[in-house]
């Protein structure tokens, strides 16, 4: 075989091989190029899925933000409303014997000076508070929660 036939069996393998590769190659990237398409739409599909829920939200927060304004302008005109006077009440005067020999306080309770009245939780934060004791320590004094003896004490202000 003389050095022409060999070189142009050569180049005849070699394109030959060259197309089958590029075959394989261009096969194996159109299919990438599919799939690639495929998940592009998949994403397309769920960001417009997002959307529609991220609209739906915020028109249902818009109505709750309206419903909760209207709440506050009513609740504001019922603050600034002046409550009714109550209705003056005759008490009837009874008639009592001019000498009751009715028992003393005293002699009920068997006469202790050191008696003081119960105070209100309110009367007795107030006054832990006076004495110098945070919100925390007044708290656990009392036995109420945290959050009562901070709701004192803001109204107490």
């Known amino acids: 075989m003389d050095t ?26 159109k299919r990438r190029m599919r799939e690639l398409d495929e998940r592009q739409t998949e994403l397309l599909r769920l960001y417009s899925n997002i959307e529609e829920l991220a609209d739906t939200f915020t028109a249902e927060a818009e109505d709750a933000i309206s419903a909760l304004r209207t709440l ?25 014997p001019a000498k ?30 006076d004495d110098g004791l945070n919100a925390n320590e007044i708290a656990r004094e009392l036995g109420v929660t945290r959050n009562e003896v901070d709701l004192i004490l803001s109204l107490g202000k």
């Not at 069996?9 to 990237?29: E, N």
């Not at 009513?74 to 009440?89: G, H, N, Q």
């Not at 009751?100 to 508070?129: C, H």
């Open 100 to 129: 009751v020999n009715l028992p003393t306080f005293d002699a009920i309770v068997g006469g202790d000076d050191d008696y003081e009245p119960k105070l209100s939780n309110r009367e007795r934060v107030l006054e832990l508070k």
């Open 4 to 29: 022409t036939v060999r070189y142009t069996i050569f180049m005849v393998a070699l394109v030959f091989v060259s197309v089958v590769f590029a075959g394989l190659l261009f096969r194996g990237s």
């Open 72 to 96: 506050i302008v009513e609740y504001d005109s019922l603050l600034k409303t002046p409550l009714p006077k109550p209705p003056v009440v005759a008490i009837p005067s009874l008639s009592v």
